[in-house]
């Protein structure tokens, strides 16, 4: 199970509520905790659990984002222009054929960023007393740090979203021109297109931009989905 926001008590297991309320059958369960691409993440590990696990068959994945909770606010958590849904969604990864196959999944953790993230506040909080999530100051915070500018940070984003798509579609022994659509967590048709549909040098139409602009952000359950 993969969570983003504050989804309960602390210290609660929502991997064995979910596998409670499927009726308690047998099995190991995982949160993995990696914001909006927690569900890809998730699908690498399982992907890793199957292919080393004989008698493991199937692995259930699941994701679910709730924007009306006290410690997220839908309309400015993420800052201008990035708007909040809610959204529930899961998937069963398995050995045999099915409506779809994953080629290649790859992933890469750019640790220069999570600055952006934390901001100036401190690691330790009072959970009795939760902040709201609030991105769109920390950035300039960020800067205050002394290691690099926005700028600087705005081009290892723009390197990492580049080296992990050249990286995925060599392993998937595909060229950009041979995708019929590209699937993109919603940040803004601007983002989409900055970020991941001009390097493959495709149209913003060959994204899911229309779609996602009626759901919102819907975290590590994509908008996509």
């Not at 081009?155 to 595909?174: P, Q, S, T």
Request: with cysteine.
């Amino acid at each position: 199970h993969s969570s983003v926001a504050w989804a309960g008590p602390e210290g609660w297991a929502p991997s064995g509520y979910i596998m409670r309320e499927l009726g308690n059958r047998p099995g190991a369960a995982y949160e993995v905790y990696q914001g909006c691409n927690g569900i890809l993440s998730s699908t690498e590990i399982a992907a890793g659990l199957l292919a080393l696990a004989p008698s493991q068959t199937t692995a259930l994945l699941t994701t679910a984002m709730n924007s009306s909770t006290s410690s997220v606010d839908r309309w400015s958590s993420l800052g201008s222009g990035i708007a909040l849904g809610d959204a529930a969604a899961a998937v069963i990864l398995g050995k045999d054929e099915g409506f779809a196959r994953i080629d290649s999944i790859c992933s890469t953790m750019v640790s220069e960023l999570e600055v952006i993230h934390r901001g100036e506040g401190p690691l330790e909080q009072d959970t009795a007393d939760r902040p709201r999530l609030d991105m769109a100051p920390r950035l300039p915070e960020s800067e205050t740090d002394g290691m690099q500018t926005s700028i600087d940070l705005q081009r290892l984003f723009n390197k990492a979203y580049i080296d992990i798509m050249r990286r995925a579609l060599d392993e998937a022994g595909v060229k950009s021109y041979e995708i019929d659509r590209v699937l993109v967590e919603h940040i803004g048709a601007d983002f989409t297109l900055m970020l991941c549909l001009l390097p493959l040098r495709l149209p913003l139409q060959r994204s899911t931009v229309d779609f996602a602009n009626t759901v919102s952000h819907l975290g590590a359950a994509r908008s996509e989905e």
